[in-house]
């Protein structure tokens, strides 16, 4: 019973390299999320996913960069890392993006360090 | 402004007592509320969600929700040391951006032996 899983857990970038946060969801949910969180910020979330085939930038997309590469999977690409974008990413999913009671389901995060 | 305002803490509580935490949202039309659990190092997890007013009561855990002063609340009843972890309310928009949860920045809860 994975749920939400996430890969890597842990990264250092140098400023200025690229790579890909991968996530998978085993839970047959139509909708994918990115957050980012902070401290002191909370989370915030970064682009979503409402189903396969369609991103929508969320809060703070400024640097990022998503893929749907099918109904499991939702990538997170920043293509030239800065050290602004140091944070805990969270990968979560939900069975739509509508309806009172729609809960999101997180995966366990992904420590990233921009130096 | 933020959208989804909690006090950071930390809330002290003695073991076995009730803690009371707070949440205010600005978006009059919000139409759902959550409240998460955070262990320090670990992801949120989903603790209960409450979308009409009044109050809503899983185990020890109350959320009390009120419209119309844009305030939902959490306690605790018989706060255990295993509680204390970093709480997060957060808040659904209008119709038009379901599922995209604005969270507060999440209130620090310490149990005391």
């Known amino acids: 019973n994975a749920g939400v899983t996430q890969t890597p857990k842990f990264q250092v970038l140098k400023t200025g390299q690229s790579m890909t946060l991968q996530c998978a969801q085993d839970?047959?949910?139509?909708?994918m999320y990115w957050y980012r969180q902070d401290p002191g910020m909370g989370l915030r979330l970064i682009y979503y996913?409402?189903?396969?085939?369609?991103?929508d930038k969320g809060e703070v997309p400024n640097g990022y960069n998503v893929s749907r590469l099918n109904k499991r999977e939702f990538s997170l690409r920043l293509e030239s890392a800065a050290p602004s974008q140091t944070s805990v990413y969270f990968c979560?999913?939900?069975?739509?993006?509508?309806?009172?009671?729609?809960?999101?389901?997180f995966g366990e995060g992904s420590w990233l360090t921009v130096v | 402004q933020k959208e989804v305002e909690q006090n950071s803490g930390p809330l002290s509580v003695p073991e076995g007592a009730i803690a009371s935490l707070n949440c205010t949202y600005s978006?009059?039309?919000?139409?759902?509320f959550f409240w998460y659990r955070q262990y320090s190092g670990k992801s949120p997890e989903l603790i209960m969600f409450?979308?009409?007013?009044g109050d809503k009561e899983d185990g020890r855990f109350t959320a009390q929700l009120n419209k119309a002063s844009q305030y939902v609340s959490l306690l605790i009843r018989d706060s255990q040391p295993s509680d204390s972890a970093t709480y997060l309310c957060?808040?659904?928009?209008?119709?038009?951006?379901?599922?995209?949860?604005?969270f507060g920045a999440g209130t620090q809860v310490v149990v005391t032996p």
């Open positions: 979560a999913s939900s069975v739509s993006t509508g309806g009172g009671g729609n809960t999101i389901y």
């Open positions: 839970m047959n949910h139509n909708s």
């Open positions: 996913s409402a189903s396969e085939g369609t991103t």
């Open positions: 409450i979308y009409s007013n």
């Open positions: 978006d009059r039309g919000s139409q759902s």
């Open positions: 957060a808040v659904t928009g209008t119709t038009d951006s379901w599922g995209k949860l604005q």
